[in-house]
């Protein structure tokens, strides 16, 4: 009933954002190398590999089309990672977010600033993702860099989704489900490694519904440097998943926690 | 003129004013329509067995749950984010923030209630002075003992100079010597005019800490009153202890002038007039016996039972 009041969220949020900014400062050396190696080893093994026998896909170089595409895909994993697994990891067994609670924050507040660092974590993943391909030469001009925003909008739109997830299991064990059968199939069929055209119509009408698709159709033009279509769509797709996961997000919170 | 009659009904009205506040989960009824009244700069205790309903009414206190009956206002407000603003919490549980330092863990504190860094740095050192931690300020919270991180949670529930300390067994866990710094600490508070909110299970601190204090059990205030009132008005004023395997000899309705109470390893003598009994106790060989002064723990046992809970 009063779990479903419309969410406000103030300035409180800046503070719970910095507070993880912190606890990532202290991790960065270890976080960097994550954040920069997967991409490596994705870009060279995949890329360069396949990218031999493949040569051009969507009228751009292999390693563009996957460069683009794992852009997208990491900001999702990075975001939905840190939605689930860490955000659980504060909201039950350390009770950061009780004690939290016993100032005059509130969850609406939490969750905002929550949310914010999931974007900003998918767009440091972003920069690394971009950073690699450029020193292979894949990235055709500086209007790559709007992606960066838009990596932080993907974040957002993941991370909600993945903190309603933290707000109705008991324990770690059940993310697998969340990974293995949403993350993961959105991961494969969203058009990262090949354009969703291949598949079967029934098959494409479904991605389309789900976010990934709509962000690698963002981002992949930006990095091939080709005309983004329909643009305002994709960004709206990415945009109601935000609202509508912030706003579960925060209700079912409140209900786990405000008892 | 307006402003100066605020001030007094500010300074004389309760800080917290509960009326029928009830907490039902499910079917439950965890807290049953109780009403109290918490004047300003007292030290208001919570007693009750476990599973009393403490946590629950504190829990309401800070808005973190749902009242599902009742009135209760906290400096004549409803609660709300901005009561919070006022009041310092020590939960049952520490819940230090643990990818930080001591310090890191009050300026973060200090941040949530938007405290200006240099403001907040000034803080920071009185508190460490005042709960012994300088030493530690850079330790990490695992690092820290029991008492340590009991005494910074302490700490930081001050960090926002509140007028109100809500605290869940402060002491429950800790060494004697931990238990006397926290009671002093508590003290000093009182002194200084903050209103303190203590649940507990000793009755030691109770009777030590709390100008008044109200007995739960099962969801409901069984009496309220100081400390002494209550045992004045529920126990005889002197107890006799007895060993119960000392006690083999004894004719239990032979003993003069006395209510007794059998708690398994000791039988319980109250009575007015203790002489006639002691006498009575040293002719019997072998028995093994204490006299002391009638305290709260009498008076919590005599109106919760003797049953074991959970
Ligand atoms: N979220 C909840 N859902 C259902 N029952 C609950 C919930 N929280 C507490 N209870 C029940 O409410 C009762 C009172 O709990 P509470 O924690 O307030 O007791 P307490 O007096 O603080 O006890 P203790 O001295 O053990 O801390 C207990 O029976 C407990 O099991
Ligand atoms: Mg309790």
Redesign the interface.
């Known amino acids: 009933m009063n779990d479903w009041r419309l969410p406000s969220a103030g300035l409180g949020a800046l503070v719970v954002l910095r507070r993880n900014v912190l606890v990532w400062r202290k991790l960065i050396g270890p976080a960097l190398v994550f954040n920069f190696g997967e991409p490596i080893l994705y870009l060279l093994g995949l890329g360069l590999g396949l990218g031999s026998f493949i040569g051009n896909m969507g009228e751009m170089p292999y390693l563009t089309f996957l460069a683009s595409g794992l852009i997208a895909s990491s900001a999702m994993t990075t975001a939905s990672f840190e939605g689930t697994y860490s955000v659980f990891t504060r909201m039950i067994p350390q009770r950061t977010y009780e004690a939290i609670l016993a100032t005059p924050l509130e969850v609406d507040d939490i969750l905002a600033g929550e949310m914010l660092w999931c974007g900003v974590k998918s767009l440091i993943s972003a920069v690394a993702i971009l950073v690699v391909a450029s020193l292979l030469g894949v990235v055709a001009s500086w209007n790559a860099l709007w992606t960066l925003p838009i990596a932080f909008l993907i974040g957002l739109c993941f991370a909600g989704p993945a903190i309603v997830m933290s707000s109705i299991v008991s324990n770690y064990d059940f993310f697998s489900f969340y990974s293995v059968l949403v993350i993961t199939p959105m991961f494969i069929l969203s058009g990262v490694f090949y354009p969703i055209e291949t598949m079967p119509t029934l098959l494409q009408t479904i991605v389309q519904v789900l976010p990934l698709s709509h962000a690698v159709a963002l981002v992949r033009p930006l990095v091939a440097n080709q005309v983004l279509i329909q643009p305002l769509l994709h960004v709206a797709v990415l945009l109601v998943y935000t609202v509508i996961g912030y706003y579960l997000a925060v209700v079912l919170v409140r209900r786990r926690l405000i008892v | 003129m307006s402003a100066s009659t605020s001030h007094i009904t500010s300074s004389t009205s309760p800080v917290v004013s509960a009326k029928g506040l009830r907490k039902v989960?499910g079917t439950l009824t965890v807290v049953d329509d109780i009403d109290f009244t918490i004047p300003r700069g007292k030290c208001f205790g919570f007693l009750g067995p476990n599973g009393a309903g403490k946590t629950t009414t504190l829990r309401m206190l800070?808005?973190?749950?749902?009242m599902t009956a009742g009135e209760l206002t906290i400096f004549g407000q409803p609660v709300s984010?901005?009561t919070?603003?006022r009041?310092g919490?020590v939960?049952q549980?520490d819940?230090?923030?643990?990818?930080?330092s001591v310090i890191?863990n009050l300026e973060?504190?200090a941040?949530?209630?938007?405290i200006p860094r240099v403001e907040a740095s000034v803080r920071i050192e009185r508190l460490l002075r005042f709960t012994a931690l300088s030493e530690k300020r850079y330790a990490k919270t695992e690092t820290l003992s029991g008492g340590m991180k009991r005494r910074l949670t302490i700490a930081r529930a001050l960090i926002?100079e509140p007028e109100l300390v809500v605290l869940d067994e402060p002491t429950t866990g800790l060494d004697p010597q931990v238990r006397h710094a926290i009671w002093s600490r508590l003290n000093d508070l009182r002194a200084q005019g903050t209103t303190l909110i203590l649940t507990t299970h000793y009755m030691e601190e109770a009777e030590r800490l709390c100008d008044e204090l109200v007995i739960m059990d099962h969801g409901r205030i069984l009496d309220h009153g100081t400390p002494r009132a209550l045992i004045k008005r529920h126990v005889e004023a002197e107890v006799i202890e007895i060993r119960s395997e000392t006690a083999k000899g004894l004719v239990l309705e032979d003993l003069p002038e006395c209510r007794v109470e059998d708690l398994g390893t000791s039988l319980y003598c109250y009575t007015h007039h203790a002489a006639p009994l002691i006498q009575h106790l040293q002719d019997s060989p072998g028995v093994v016996f204490m006299h002391r002064p009638a305290g709260l723990e009498d008076v919590f046992l005599t109106l919760t039972g003797r049953e074991l809970r959970d």
Do not use: A, C, H, Q
Not at chain 2, 62 to 66: A, F, N, Q
Not at chain 2, 95 to 100: C, G
Not at chain 2, 111 to 114: L, M
């Open positions: 989960f800070l808005g973190l749950s749902p984010p901005k919070r603003e009041m919490v939960p549980l819940n230090l923030d643990p990818d930080f890191e973060l504190y941040s949530y209630f938007r926002n």
